[in-house]
């Protein structure tokens, strides 16, 4: 076999082993998102491998806040915007809950009045 051959059996091969199943995954997935006060969910469709921090965006330009004032939780554990539906292993129908930040205004001296 010459090195032509050998370059070329080893080139087929990587291709073949980078080839994804495409059938079975797709490279969107469907999330919705309920805020703690809206009744209705509203539906994203979200690649696989983007960052949450667009979802998280977009949410909170339609709600009119800045993104940062939700903690957006996936089964009562915290989404970071770093995190993508891939790390997540989200699937098309996942529920994401976006919950309004509050800080606890509770300190001992100022609960204690004598």
Partial sequence: ????AKFYERRKVKKEGEKRNVASESTHVTLNVRGQDE???RVF????????????????????VEWNAFRFLLDGSRNREYHTPDDLKLKDGDEIDAML???????????MIF
Avoid: A
């Fill in 1 to 4: 076999m010459s090195t032509t």
């Fill in 45 to 64: 469709k979200v690649r696989r491998k983007t960052k949450l921090l667009k979802l998280m965006q977009y949410y909170s330009d339609m709600r009119g």
């Fill in 39 to 41: 009744e209705e969910v």
């Fill in 101 to 111: 930040y509050q800080e606890s205004g509770f300190s001992p001296s100022s609960s």
